[in-house]
């Protein structure tokens, strides 16, 4: 069975009319019915005058006609349906619908995770390009960080050599007390033919002083080469002893530091030991 299916129009439905008219002229009349949607309203025929019979049943709610052509006394025919309306899909149309929707839905759904996917690929790996190279600053700052640690044991040591320098140069006393700084600092002021009386006080600070004089040779045995070691935080620590007493050593220690991070300040101190040494001097004048 052939089936032809398009919209109603009077050109149409004139057009299948012709056609049975002209079979019968010929003396070839074909049998045809119509229905008015499911309604057949003229039954198989071949008198092609019965044709627009139908018309009497068409409503404005008429949704189709329908229009068999058999071939011969057969059941076989062409079926002709004239749409006087949009046809709703079939639950089986629907169903193909919904399929057809489901897979360019699924697709696209694809399309977009891996468009998602591709997007936070670029953005992790800038993020751990960022992170390589923090990384990479942490560890160079760690390596500085561990070098100037080496190095401060043996800077604070020069330092505090140097501000006793300063201080015992303008203290003679200090120096006559314990020979032994005064050849490290190269300011000794030892007055061989001294005849002033050593009190008993004195004695024992120069006692102190010989038990540390193998110490500050090897203070001075040593040359700067950049490269400290805890021995030179252990001998910092042994040449405040003499000097200072303990309440005194932690304060000591924390000056040197800053002269170590700041060495301008070291030019400060000296400056302000002169300008004190050049006071007492006129207190004295006076």
């Avoid at 439905?13 to 012709?18: A, E, F, L």
């Avoid at 309306?85 to 699924?106: A, H, N, V, Y």
Wanted: charged share 30%.
């Amino acid at each position: 069975m052939a089936l032809v299916k398009e919209k109603y129009s009077e050109s149409g439905i004139n057009r299948i009319y012709q056609l049975l008219k002209n079979e019968a002229d010929s003396g070839i009349a074909k049998d045809y019915d119509i229905k008015v949607d499911e309604l057949k309203v003229v039954g198989r025929n071949s008198d092609p005058d019965r044709f627009f019979e139908h018309e009497q049943f068409m409503v404005s709610e008429t949704k189709s006609i329908t229009v068999n052509i058999y071939d011969g006394a057969s059941p076989r025919c062409t079926r002709y349906t004239l749409l006087l309306r949009d046809e709703l899909p079939t639950r089986q149309e629907l169903s193909g619908i919904e399929k057809t929707i489901s897979t360019r839905m699924l697709q696209e759904k694809k399309v977009w995770e891996h468009d998602q996917l591709k997007k936070e690929n670029v953005e992790l790996r800038h993020e751990l390009e960022q992170e390589r190279k923090y990384s990479g600053k942490l560890e160079q700052a760690i390596t500085e960080l561990k070098t100037e640690k080496q190095k401060m044991p043996g800077k604070l040591t020069d330092a505090i050599i140097s501000l006793a320098g300063i201080y015992l140069s303008a203290n003679p006393k200090v120096l006559a007390k314990v020979p032994m700084l005064g050849g490290l600092l190269g300011t000794s002021q030892t007055d061989e033919n001294s005849n002033d009386t050593v009190s008993e006080e004195e004695e024992t600070e120069c006692a102190v002083a010989e038990t540390t004089e193998a110490t500050f040779s090897k203070v001075a045995e040593l040359k700067y080469t950049g490269q400290p070691t805890e021995k030179d935080f252990d001998r910092l620590e042994n040449a405040l002893i003499p000097l200072f007493p303990e309440r005194y050593r932690n304060t000591v220690a924390t000056v040197v530091s800053c002269m170590y991070h700041d060495n301008q300040i070291i030019e400060q101190v000296a400056e302000l030991l002169e300008d004190n040494n050049v006071q007492d001097g006129e207190r004295k004048a006076a």
